[in-house]
């Protein structure tokens, strides 16, 4: 069965740092392009980022630019975010999410499973 | 950046009823629409893409419409089960960009 688990999230100070992780198993990880999106309290959703299967192309959401970086360890099935130089508008339950499609690279796509989410709080 | 409007923000319907959603596009993204229902505490769940293609396991009560800029989601007959949060998408241009929702509640 195709499971997506979050992990990492908490409470923070702004400019504080925070890795997020997602867990993937029931599917082949590696071939797949992974996303992370967000929503904040009571918000609708919100893109953050994307990167293909094998990390050659990675995307951002211009309110994360230079600041969140999305990567992956395929050998640990495994998707990250890390988040530095937070901000209180960040604060948002994170989902990773995969696109439906294997060996895609940079294409926008819809997404097909997504993990439980995991909360992160930014205040001081 | 494609901006999606989801009139209205809300929906007063009663167990049985067929509820429609609406979803605009502020440029044309082809075919290139998804819907994702989303019941409280709950992660969005894929309902269609390709504007009417039903995803894996999703009933045949829903069903979806349109192309360019005019999307319609369609819920045949209201389940108790089908009261949450609705949501586009579009995959049409980066960045992804979602609607606001609309939400269907029990009248």
């Known amino acids: 069965q195709l499971q997506l688990v979050g992990s990492g999230g908490g409470v923070v100070q702004p400019g504080w740092s925070l890795r997020l992780s997602c867990a993937a198993s029931g599917f082949t990880f590696r071939n797949y392009p992974m996303h992370w999106v967000r929503q904040a309290p009571g918000k609708g959703l919100e893109w953050v980022a994307r990167t293909s299967y094998d990390e050659y192309s990675k995307f951002y959401a211009d309110s994360v630019k230079g600041r969140f970086t999305i990567s992956r360890d395929n050998s640990k099935n495994t998707l990250y975010l890390q988040m530095d130089s937070l901000r209180p508008e960040d604060t948002a339950v994170y989902y990773c999410?995969?696109?439906?499609?294997?060996?895609?690279?940079?294409?926008?796509?819809?997404?097909?499973?997504w993990g439980q989410g995991t909360l992160v709080t930014v205040s001081s | 950046e494609i901006v999606l409007t989801q009139p209205p923000g809300t929906l007063s319907l009663s167990p049985g009823e067929r509820a429609t959603l609406s979803c605009r596009a502020s440029q044309s993204v082809s075919s290139n629409l998804a819907w994702y229902q989303q019941k409280p505490g709950q992660a969005p769940r894929l309902l269609i893409y390709g504007a009417s293609s039903r995803a894996t396991g999703i009933p045949d009560r829903f069903s979806g419409s349109g192309s360019g800029t005019d999307f319609t989601l369609t819920i045949r007959r209201l389940e108790p089960e089908d009261f949450a949060v609705y949501y586009c998408q579009q995959y049409g241009s980066s960045p992804l960009t979602f609607g606001g929702g609309t939400k269907v509640e029990i009248k």
């Open positions: 999410a995969r696109a439906p499609s294997p060996y895609s690279g940079g294409s926008p796509s819809f997404l097909d499973y």
